[in-house]
Structure formats: C-alpha cells, structure tokens
C-alpha cells in the first residue's frame, strides 16, 4: 500500500524514525510515490517562493510615545486648520468695515454744502458745521441748548436753520457714536479681531503639528 | 523551523517584558512584514494590516503574561487566530468549510497530468506559474491555508504550527497533506509535471 498520507510528513522530516524508515523503504521501490513525492516538493517550492506582498504603512504600534501624543497631534491638526479659518474671517471683518464708514461718512460730507448754502446769513456757519462731521454728537448739542438759551429772535431763526443744516452732520456723528459704542464696549475682546493673533496661532499650532508628527514617526 | 534572531533577540525579549517599548518596537519591527505576509495571504490586504496593528498592540498589552521563549511563534499565533476568527465572520455563509469533513489522508485524491508540460521545481520564477499558486491557495480551506503558509513559507515546525493553531500535531500533519495536494493537484490541472527526482 502506498504511503500517500505520510509522503508531505517524510518530505518536512516530520516522521518519527520509525515512520520515516518505513517511507524510505517504500520510496526505493515505488516510482508512483517517489513522482508524487517530487510533485510536493515542488509545490512546497513554488509556494516559498511567493512574492512578498508589502504594507502600505508601518503595521508596528508606536507604544514607547506617550498615549496621549496621538490625540495632541489631532488637535494639533483641528486647531491649525481652526487658527487658518478664524485668520481670514478676522482678515474680512477687518477689512470690510472700514470701508463700510467710509461710504457712510462720505454721505453726509456730500450733502452738508448744499444745505448750507440754503441758510443765506449763515454762510460762515455754514461751511464750519459742513465740516464738523467727525466731532462727537454731545458736542453738537451742547451747543445748540447754549446758542438756544441766548438767542434773539433773529438768531433763533438763525439758530432754526442752523440746526436744520447741523441735522444731518449731528445725526451723522450720531450714528457713527452709535455705531462705536458696541466697539467701545469689547473692547477688551477687540484683539479677538487681530488677523495677526489667528496667523501666529496657525503657524504655532502648524509647528506642533509638525513636531508631533516627527516624533511619532520616529522609532 | 527559521531559527529566532538569536541572542540580541533575546535580550530585546527580556527587556521588551520589563515593559522597554522600543525593545518591543525592534522586535515588532523585525517580524512585521512576515506577520503581513502571512495575514495577507489569509485575509487579503486592507484586512491583513488591520489585523497585524491590532495582533501587535494586544502582543504589547499581554507580553507581561507571555512566558514562551519564540515571541515570533507566539506573535504569529495571535495574528492567525485572528485572521481565522475574521474569515468566519466574514461570511455568514462560507464557500468553503474552515475545516472539511475528516477522511483518510491516503484517500486525498491525486490529479493526473493532462499533458505534457513544465517541470514545478523550474518554475520558480515563472510568475504565471507563481499566480496560479496563489490562486489555488486561495482556493482551499483557511485552516489547511494557514497550516500550509506556516509550514512552507514561515518555516515552522510541526509542533510550533500545532501551537499556533491550538491543534493537535496529527491534525497540522492532515491539513497540511491536504493542502499540499489541493494546490499541486491545480497546477497538475493546468499542464504541469512534477519531476521524478
């Protein structure tokens, strides 16, 4: 009988001696089972003789880094990509704004000369208050209630038209007080706007990134 | 068996259980594209490196209670009992059994050559002959594959394949004839000749 079942046991010399002698014997006398014999070994060959596949990343766990490096260059990672966004949007409200009252405050300054002039009398005063558009609205009315307490008869018509011409300019500067009043109250936050402030944060974020990286790369 | 690195690998050993991660690393290190080899020949790739990340990490966690002397034997038998539990989830329905029903080892049925053809100890280098092998290994059931793969392409011995596998000896002998026979009995299918020597 042919000792098929044995012949990949004798051919990885896994046979007791007894065994492998029995196998041997048949060996020497049986060309059936010295071909099957020589078909496993080949196979045995070709199967060692696989290419080997390779990882796409390194498979081994950095465990001599600290457990809690992994998540720092998460953050690190979130935090980069938060500074960069906060970066531009600062970068926009800073750059937009100015050129919001800007328009605003080229309105008023266009339409005060026209007024003015219809005042007649009041030419000097005319020009003075179309130019006084940038003094702050408490100045205004303090010198109206004054010029109020003191006027004659003509010059309180003069006063009339005075402050209809002063109307828009004072109105002007009341909006523009209004408008930084809010400023003016956070300002202790107002660096929160600094474009400068969100850019070094990116780049020091982006630097720890960067370290964490190295470090957990290296072995 | 491919004898272990030698003494320095020992000493990484000791110190990788005294809790030295970069002992364990280096060690890691010097198996890990073998465990791959081994994991991506059960599993396919995308499955073979999660399943070598996490045998390693678990190796790590337990090294303390590891009291062998081969930690590539012992690594090695994480990573395929890993990859065997995860072939049997991964169908509800295997195409092939894990382990098929037990017959005599001298009953295993040979196929004859259809015709003339290469001889397999040539053919080594021939790629096409090196694709149908695989293909055939995928073919066969998972526990005679990974009892083949341990044999012949790790170089393990019997008794350290029975270890790996948590089987018994006669067992490794079985799946390992059997599936010697299955991949010889396709490349004889598909033309080729062994030699007579």
């Known amino acids: 009988m042919h000792p098929f079942g044995d012949l990949s046991a004798y051919l990885d010399n896994a046979l007791s001696s007894e065994a492998r002698a029995s196998v041997q014997a048949h060996l020497d006398t049986c060309a059936l089972c010295r071909t099957r014999l020589a078909e496993l070994r080949g196979t045995a060959r070709l199967i060692a003789a696989l290419p080997m596949p390779m990882p796409s990343r390194s498979l081994v ?49 266009a339409s005060q000369p026209a007024a003015s002039f219809g005042a007649g009398g009041a030419a000097s005063a005319g020009p003075q208050s179309g130019l006084t558009v940038t003094p702050p609205a ?21 006063e009339v038209t005075r402050q209809d011409s002063a109307g828009p300019s004072a109105n002007a500067a009341e909006d523009r007080s209004r408008r930084l009043t809010p400023t003016a109250e956070s300002a202790p936050f107002a660096f929160l706007l600094s474009p400068w402030l969100w850019l070094v944060l990116a780049i020091a974020f982006a630097a720890l990134w960067f370290v964490i990286g190295r470090r957990l790369r290296s072995t | 068996m491919r004898p272990e690195p030698g003494r320095a690998s ?19 290190l010097d198996i890990e594209r073998p465990l791959y080899r081994h994991a991506a020949r059960m599993l396919g790739h995308d499955d073979a490196e999660d399943v070598v990340q996490d045998a390693l990490l678990s190796a790590w966690k337990s090294l303390a209670t590891f009291e062998g002397t081969s930690f590539r034997a012992w690594v090695f038998r994480i990573v395929t009992n890993r990859a065997l539990d995860r072939l049997r989830s991964r169908k509800r329905r295997p195409e092939l ?8 080892d001298d009953s295993v049925s040979w196929a004859e ?27 066969i059931p998972a526990d005679q594959r990974a009892a083949l793969l341990l044999r012949d392409v790790e170089g393990f011995a019997y008794d350290e394949i029975a270890i790996i596998t948590s089987t018994e000896i006669g067992t490794v002998k079985s799946r390992i004839h059997r599936g010697r026979v299955a991949v010889r009995n396709v490349l004889i299918s598909r033309g080729w000749k062994g030699s007579s020597g």
């Open chain 1, 138 to 158: 408490p100045v205004v009315a303090s010198d109206r209630s004054a010029a109020a307490a003191s006027a004659t008869p003509s010059d309180a018509a003069k």
């Open chain 2, 97 to 104: 059994p894990l382990d098929p029903p037990s017959e005599s």
């Open chain 2, 113 to 139: 050559p259809v015709a003339p053809g290469p001889e397999l100890a040539d053919l080594a280098a021939d790629r096409e002959a090196l694709r149908v092998v695989e293909d055939a290994l995928a073919t």
């Open chain 1, 61 to 109: 766990p950095r465990v001599s880094v600290p457990v809690w490096l992994a998540p720092l260059r998460t953050f690190a990672t979130f935090a980069t990509g938060a500074a960069l966004f906060l970066f531009l949007a600062s970068a926009v409200i800073a750059y937009f704004p100015r050129a919001q009252s800007a328009s605003t405050a080229a309105a008023p300054a």
């Open chain 2, 10 to 28: 020992d000493a990484l050993l000791d110190r990788a259980r005294n809790g030295d991660a970069r002992a364990f690393e280096q060690l890691a």
